[in-house]
């Protein structure tokens, strides 16, 4: 018999998540009612890695040796993986905070942007070993959130002046660094979804 016990409250950003924390009947103990508890979620499911953000700060606020990044995610590649296994090496501990759809379309990235919807994209995140908390945040920038959560390393992918990024000031107000990693040649979301419209397009109508 499968072991039951009350599943961590992880309070996901996305209302679509809670369905996938079911709950079941534990079989009682003889002269004992029945308790509605949360299946025990295995160690090697991504759900246990994500978290509202309330969670994300009473855990991880303040606490040295934290890095965070941010980011869309979309179609998540190789140079995405990469970029946040380097960045897990900055620190103890990687959260990665994913842009909400609404606050993704805010970027401009594209009229069919994200392709894929926001707990679909942090549920990809946090399947990776290299990242430890993920977390949906709905504002155009970090910002907030790098307030509450005061990490260690602030990370950014690509060619960012990170001076004149206002998230840098702010992490280094604190005694924070901020990095910029670059990002792997040959290896973005642009470039994979015009190659995939190109495939679509060489595609005969009545192919199966």
Known sequence: MRRLMPAAHTGFETAAFAGLRRQTQAWPLPGTAP???GLLMNRFDPLRKMMHVDEAVARFASQPGTVFTNG??????RGHIAYLAEARQLGD???VAINSDASARILDKGPDRPMNREGDRAFQVAALESVDAVVIFNEPTPIALLSRLRPS????????DMSKLAESALVRSWGGHAVALPFVDGFSTTSLMDRIRATTRLVPADAS
Do not use: E, P, S
């Open 35 to 37: 308790v509605t508890v």
């Open 72 to 77: 869309v995610f979309d179609l998540l590649h």
């Open 93 to 95: 501990r990687l959260i």
């Open 153 to 160: 390393v602030y990370v950014k992918g690509g060619d960012y």
